[in-house]
T-cell receptor, first 116, second 113 residues
Framework: DGGITQSPKYLFRKEGQNVTLSCEQNLNHDAMYWYRQDPGQGLRLIYYSQIVNDFQKGDIAEGYSVSREKKESFPLTVTSAQKNPTAFYLC???????????????FGPGTRLLVL | AQSVTQLDSHVSVSEGTPVLLRCNYSSSYSPSLFWYVQHPNKGLQLLLKYTSAATLVKGINGFEAEFKKSETSFHLTKPSAHMSDAAEYFCVVRQSGTYKYIFGTGTRLKVLA
């Protein structure tokens, strides 16, 4: 089955610790995204990548880092600089289209990050 | 700049009655619009998308949405609510010429027995 996998489902972070969230897709999509979701709020874009070895900051990139060494993988690191990391993190992917062609984003099941 | 506004943060309906979730967008171009559903602690699932081929878009699970350019609206409807429809719903617009998507703040649908 094609899809997006995220691991782990739950992640605990200690103060001062960096943690990495995994995102893998086998949809052969070029673009991948990381969103943060807080209770009662919509999704906010952290980083996105249009192609391998390239990525752009989203609206709330501070305290996060990413890499895109392979088309199918887009890991997110939550660094110690992120002072309020408790949230639900969602990874998504999409394939490009032009003009009237619309792109559908497909989402993974999410990772809930909690601070100890 | 493009944006979406979901007019209701919470909607409650009785099982078997119609559902209406409202979404307004702002866009200088012909927009690409989507509705997603999210059940608790799950990822988002696509319900339907507007591709400019038809103004009335049919999606999964009996949902549909009508694109009204004159009203800049893309409201989501379902004739008869089911208990399993209880979830959060997001209206999304794709930012023209980019890979970015703009999300509404969500509408939480409650279905009463």
């Amino acid at each position: 089955d094609g899809g997006i996998t995220q691991s782990p489902k739950y992640l605990f972070r200690k103060e001062g610790q960096n943690v990495t969230l995994s995102c893998e897709q086998n949809l052969n999509h070029d673009a991948m995204y990381w969103y943060r979701q807080d209770p009662g709020q919509g999704l906010r874009l952290i980083y996105y990548s249009q192609i391998v070895n390239d990525f752009q900051k989203g609206d709330i990139a501070e305290g996060y880092s990413v890499s895109r060494e392979k088309k199918e993988s887009f890991p997110l690191t939550v660094t110690s600089a992120q002072k309020n990391p408790t949230a639900f993190y969602l990874c998504a992917s999409s394939s490009p289209g032009t003009g009237k062609n619309t792109e559908t984003q497909y989402f993974g099941p999410g990772t809930r990050l909690l601070v100890l | 700049a493009q944006s979406v506004t979901q007019l209701d943060s919470h909607v409650s309906v009785s099982e078997g009655t119609p559902v209406l979730l409202r979404c307004n967008y702002s866009s200088s171009y012909s927009p690409s619009l989507f509705w997603y559903v999210q059940h608790p602690n799950k990822g988002l699932q696509l319900l339907l998308k507007y591709t400019s081929a038809a103004t009335l878009v049919k999606g999964i699970n009996g949902f549909e949405a009508e694109f009204k350019k004159s009203e800049t609206s893309f409201h989501l409807t379902k004739p008869s609510a089911h208990m399993s429809d209880a979830a959060e719903y997001f209206c999304v617009v794709r930012q023209s010429g980019t890979y970015k998507y703009i999300f509404g703040t969500g509408t939480r649908l409650k279905v009463l027995a």
